[in-house]
């Protein structure tokens, strides 16, 4: 029987009750005198409390009631094709192959955990240093000591062109100085 | 729509209808399974969240209702296992003895918005409280939801006897609290 048709058969018959509810009356107030006369005997004080619910409930709670996990459940779900699924589990196996090989050979080569300490033993440092031309020696110094081009000491920029040479300072700039400075000048 | 628990069945059974079925059956029996449910947790939230969990157990058992128990009685079973491992979890968390679940029951029905403690209907409420949680089970059952012996028999796989001790036990009880508040 479809929606429509109840309609119409419910206003045909406006006070219709449910199917077995004459075969169950009889049965059901029989129950009821018992539950009475039961009461009557252990807890009569009880027959004279209203038995109709207490407790606050929501305005229109058992309106608007739906069981909500059901309603996701039968909320229609669309498959995603079979190819799509492949593309993206290899898509995500390459990746996964990509990092695997990735961090084997950085931990491989830089840990140092893998430093081979006997390669560097072997190493003459002494004989291999004096091999280097004495020029490159003087350029790493100078780049790399403290104290070097571009180093500071004490704060003051340490300028190469004025260190161990006075020759280019005139002999009147040097007289000054040391006039100033109350020293003799050497004959 | 007035469809018997025969028809509601047969309709669920049929994959076009399953749906429209199962929204019957809820309707048909959600304020007294609710109600149920109410009287044991005692609060609003709880309940929801308990009748939830029974009519989403009801779905996927539905289908193998064995029609040798009315569906009433099997709703009522799967909404008194719910609510009593509820309130399982709830002992488990707090780790409280009897007392203190009662207490704590006790103060729950205290906080809802209409508590009147003049009114009777709500010291009967906190007498209910005091019980322990199978002699409140079947008061409840009994009293209120006028359960035979025999249909509670079912519910709670107990003998009628049993039951009829438990309830005249528990009925005293709470008739004796109500007089002595």
Do not use: C
């Not at chain 2, 025969?6 to 399953?18: G, S």
């Amino acid at each position: 029987m479809d929606f429509l048709e109840q309609i119409k058969e419910d206003a045909r018959m406006p006070n219709r009750v449910p199917e077995d509810y004459f075969e169950q009356f009889s049965k059901k107030m029989l129950e009821r005198v018992l539950w009475e006369e039961e009461l009557k005997i252990i807890a009569p004080l009880l027959l004279d409390i209203s038995r109709k619910p207490v407790y606050f409930v929501p305005e229109g709670y058992f309106q608007q009631f739906v069981v909500e996990p059901i309603q996701k459940v039968t909320t229609k779900v669309i498959k995603m094709p079979a190819w799509r699924k492949v593309v993206s589990y290899a898509a995500a196996a390459a990746m996964a192959g990509v990092l695997i090989v990735g961090a084997f050979l950085y931990t491989d080569n830089k840990s140092p955990d893998h430093f081979d300490m006997t390669t560097y033993n072997a190493i003459n440092i002494s004989a291999e240093i004096n091999k280097l031309p004495e020029e490159a020696i003087h350029q790493y110094l100078n780049n790399n000591v403290i104290g070097g081009a571009g180093h500071e000491l004490n704060n003051e920029q340490v300028e190469l062109t004025s260190v161990g040479t006075a020759e280019h300072i005139e002999d009147e700039e040097l007289l000054n100085y040391l006039n100033e400075s109350g020293e003799k000048p050497a004959s | 729509m007035h469809l018997s628990d025969q028809e509601i069945l047969i309709d669920f059974r049929t994959p076009a209808l399953k749906e429209k079925a199962y929204t019957l059956l809820v309707k048909k029996y959600q304020e007294k399974i609710y109600w149920h449910i109410r009287r044991l947790v005692v609060e609003h939230e709880d309940a929801n969240d308990v009748m939830q969990n029974v009519f989403i157990k009801v779905w996927g058992a539905l289908e193998n209702f064995r029609e040798d128990s009315q569906l009433y009685t099997w709703l009522y079973r799967i909404a008194t296992n719910e609510s009593l491992s509820f309130l399982e979890q709830q002992k488990r968390k707090s780790a409280v003895d009897f007392d203190e679940v009662s207490e704590g029951l006790s103060n729950k029905v205290k906080a809802d918005a209409f508590f009147d403690e003049k009114k009777l209907e709500w010291r009967l409420q906190l007498a209910i409280q005091q019980l322990p949680e199978k002699q409140r089970l079947v008061f409840n059952m009994r009293y209120f939801d006028e359960m035979s012996y025999a249909e509670m028999s079912k519910v709670l796989d107990t003998s009628e006897g049993a039951l009829k001790a438990s309830y005249h036990h528990a009925a005293k009880k709470i008739e004796d609290f109500i007089k002595a508040y």
